[in-house]
Nanobody, 115 residues
Framework: QIQLVESGGGTVQAGDSLRLSCTAS????????MGWFRQAPGKERDFVAR???????TVADSVKDRFSISRDNAKNTVCLQMNSLRSEDTAVYYC?????????WGQGTQVTVSS
């Protein structure tokens, strides 16, 4: 099994930056990708960014000019760097880890951007 621990959420003002981290533990040798999704109140969970273990990454068009994803192989950690935050970025951000055909989810971390 894979366990995920997220950190880095909080309340910031519009224009600020935040860095979210997600560390995987357990059967990490089975991982082939990790990423981030977000869910705003009353909305569906949306894809934000993903990085494969080979190094290729994808970021949603809606945030790709402000967000980036990176990976520390040695620490089994994936980070989401969020710059120029806007009120519409307010959501619960979930880390996801792909292991075989299974996706594991973190508990979520709240990001609130005040205007």
């Amino acid at each position: 099994q894979i366990q995920l621990v997220e950190s880095g959420g909080g309340t910031v003002q519009a224009g600020d930056s935040l860095r979210l981290s997600c560390t995987a533990s357990g059967r990490t040798f089975t991982l082939h990708a990790m990423g981030w999704f977000r869910q705003a109140p009353g909305k569906e969970r949306d894809f934000v960014a993903r990085i494969w273990w080979g190094g290729t990454s994808t970021v949603a068009d809606s945030v790709k000019d402000r967000f980036s994803i990176s990976r520390d192989n040695a620490k089994n950690t994936v980070c989401l760097q969020m710059n120029s935050l806007r009120s519409e970025d307010t959501a619960v951000y979930y880390c996801a880890a792909a292991s075989g055909v299974t996706t594991r989810w973190g508990q979520g971390t709240q990001v609130t951007v005040s205007s």
